[in-house]
């Protein structure tokens, strides 16, 4: 009876099929694997869909040249540092690129030279082989350049987040609510850090734990003591608007000072254009009256 039914369920399903094409409506499509599969696995947005076997294949060379590489804990870090997503392979992936850039570059430049030269073959060979090596290794120059940039954006913010907190709990709110309104206002690398901390205490952590993974993503002893002194404030019942303003007084004579021991190391280079330059000018228009005053007398 269950094979009578199953074969009527198919013609059924083919006789409706057939009045689809007849009719010229539109039929569905049978899915592949990977179409399948795609809600189950772990694809951003903007990569488009690959075959399993491919993607397998993709994934077990990068693990591969992240292994042979090494420093995979430090490119992690450097990476939440620059406020990117710890994902070794994508960064190995775009170091690859990057050599592969380098690689046809120097290969283009070595075609130039033995066009119009005669350089020996080991020497163009070279000139590729640093090429590839001096483009992956501009790649891990960016990715330390970026984050440092980062901090120091986030450094000079700091002390106008630390006068807005203040302020708000100088007014009467809690920790975290001064956390919240600052976050509201504020656009900038360190509000953008405090997001992620207020999203953290959302999501059921505390707050000394959400400050302290915002301190443990940078590099920055300013923003360690500035978590620390909350956190002491917070567990003892210190004023907190106080700790708030004395960190961010701190901030501004510690930028007071690099700057002038910036000048400092500088003095001699700033001497250049004064002596080499407004000097110069500045005799010659000492001097010059005096030559024309000479000619005329002449």
Same mark, same amino acid.
Request: charged share 20%; glycine share 10%.
């Given at each position: 009876?269950?094979?009578?039914?199953?074969?009527?369920?198919?013609?059924?399903?083919?006789?409706?099929?057939?009045?689809?094409?007849?009719?010229?409506?539109?039929?569905?499509?049978?899915?592949?694997?990977?179409?399948?599969?795609?809600?189950?696995?772990?694809?951003?947005?903007?990569?488009?869909? $690959?075959?399993?076997?491919?993607?397998?294949?993709?994934?077990?060379?990068?693990?591969?040249?992240?292994?042979?590489?090494?420093?995979?804990?430090?490119?992690?870090?450097?990476?939440?540092?620059?406020?990117?997503?710890?994902?070794?392979?994508?960064?190995?992936?775009?170091?690859?690129?990057?050599?592969?850039?380098?690689?046809?570059?120097?290969?283009?430049?070595?075609?130039?030279?033995?066009?119009?030269?005669?350089?020996?073959? %080991?020497?163009?060979?070279?000139?590729?082989?640093?090429?590839?090596?001096?483009?992956?290794?501009?790649?891990?120059?960016?990715?330390?350049?970026?984050?440092?940039?980062?901090?120091?954006?986030?450094?000079?913010?700091?002390?106008?987040?630390?006068?807005?907190?203040?302020?708000?709990?100088?007014?009467?709110?809690?920790?975290?609510?001064?956390?919240?309104?600052?976050?509201?206002?504020?656009?900038?690398?360190?509000?953008?850090?405090?997001?992620?901390?207020?999203?953290?205490?959302?999501?059921?952590?505390?707050?000394?734990?959400?400050?302290?993974?915002? %301190?443990?993503?940078?590099?920055?002893?300013?923003?360690?003591?500035?978590?620390?002194?909350?956190?002491?404030?917070?567990?003892?019942?210190?004023?907190?608007?106080?700790?708030?303003?004395?960190?961010?007084?701190?901030?501004?004579?510690?930028?007071?000072? %690099?700057?002038?021991?910036?000048?400092? $190391?500088?003095?001699?280079?700033?001497?250049?254009?004064?002596?080499?330059?407004?000097?110069?000018?500045?005799?010659?228009?000492?001097?010059?009256?005096?030559?024309?005053?000479?000619?005329?007398?002449?």
């Amino acid at each position: 009876m269950s094979g009578v039914l199953e074969g009527a369920a198919a013609g059924l399903g083919l006789g409706v099929g057939l009045l689809m094409v007849a009719a010229g409506a539109p039929v569905p499509r049978r899915r592949g694997l990977d179409e399948r599969l795609a809600p189950y696995l772990d694809l951003p947005r903007s990569v488009a869909l $690959r075959p399993v076997a491919g993607r397998a294949l993709l994934e077990h060379g990068l693990h591969s040249v992240s292994r042979l590489l090494g420093g995979g804990d430090s490119v992690r870090r450097r990476l939440q540092r620059a406020g990117r997503a710890p994902d070794l392979e994508a960064f190995r992936a775009q170091q690859v690129v990057w050599t592969s850039g380098g690689l046809l570059a120097g290969g283009a430049l070595s075609a130039a030279v033995w066009w119009h030269g005669t350089t020996s073959v %080991a020497a163009l060979v070279a000139l590729v082989l640093l090429s590839g090596a001096a483009a992956f290794a501009a790649r891990d120059w960016l990715l330390s350049r970026q984050a440092s940039l980062r901090e120091q954006r986030m450094l000079r913010e700091f002390p106008t987040i630390a006068d807005l907190l203040a302020l708000s709990v100088a007014a009467g709110e809690g920790a975290v609510a001064a956390l919240e309104r600052v976050v509201r206002v504020s656009s900038g690398e360190l509000g953008r850090e405090l997001r992620h901390a207020v999203a953290d205490v959302r999501a059921g952590a505390s707050l000394t734990d959400a400050l302290g993974a915002l %301190a443990g993503r940078t590099d920055l002893p300013t923003l360690a003591r500035f978590v620390d002194g909350v956190v002491v404030a917070v567990e003892r019942g210190t004023p907190l608007a106080e700790v708030l303003r004395a960190q961010a007084q701190d901030v501004r004579d510690a930028r007071q000072r %690099a700057l002038v021991e910036t000048a400092g $190391r500088k003095e001699i280079g700033m001497m250049v254009p004064v002596v080499f330059l407004v000097l110069p000018v500045t005799v010659l228009f000492a001097v010059y009256p005096g030559f024309a005053f000479m000619r005329l007398s002449l």
